[in-house]
Nanobody, 122 residues
Framework: VQLQASGGGLVQAGGSLRLSCAASGSIFSINAMGWYRQAPSKERELVATITSGSRPTYTDSVKGRFTLSRNNAENTVDLQMNSLKPEDTAFYYC?????????????????WGQGTLVTVSS
């Protein structure tokens, strides 16, 4: 099982970026999928997540600006980030709780994609 993240980059304050994450492998189900971020000298924090059959949840600082969307058929999750602020600058990491086929049984694991850098200039 792998998570491949894409998107990110440099944008001015007030601008927009879109992050995408795709899960691949012998996936049985994806129980939860979302994005974390880690700014320099700070701990990694949850940005947004969505579990199967539920609506997305967001950390307070991004509510109303970020939108998480999931495509169950394609095993992808996107994070649309609008009205970006300098304090949104961080490495963003895709995360998923995935059940997959392994060793003739189902195994559930927590997976991370590679970080993608989002830089918002003032």
């Amino acid at each position: 099982v792998q998570l491949q993240a894409s998107g990110g980059g440099l944008v001015q304050a007030g601008g927009s970026l879109r992050l995408s994450c795709a899960a691949s492998g012998s996936i049985f189900s994806i129980n939860a999928m979302g994005w974390y971020r880690q700014a320099p000298s700070k701990e990694r924090e949850l940005v947004a997540t969505i579990t199967s059959g539920s609506r997305p949840t967001y950390t307070d600082s991004v509510k109303g600006r970020f939108t998480l969307s999931r495509n169950n058929a394609e095993n992808t999750v996107d994070l649309q980030m609008n009205s970006l602020k300098p304090e949104d600058t961080a490495f963003y990491y895709c995360n998923a709780l995935i059940t997959y086929y392994g060793d003739s049984r189902l195994i559930t694991g927590n997976y991370w994609g590679q970080g993608t850098l989002v830089t918002v200039s003032s």
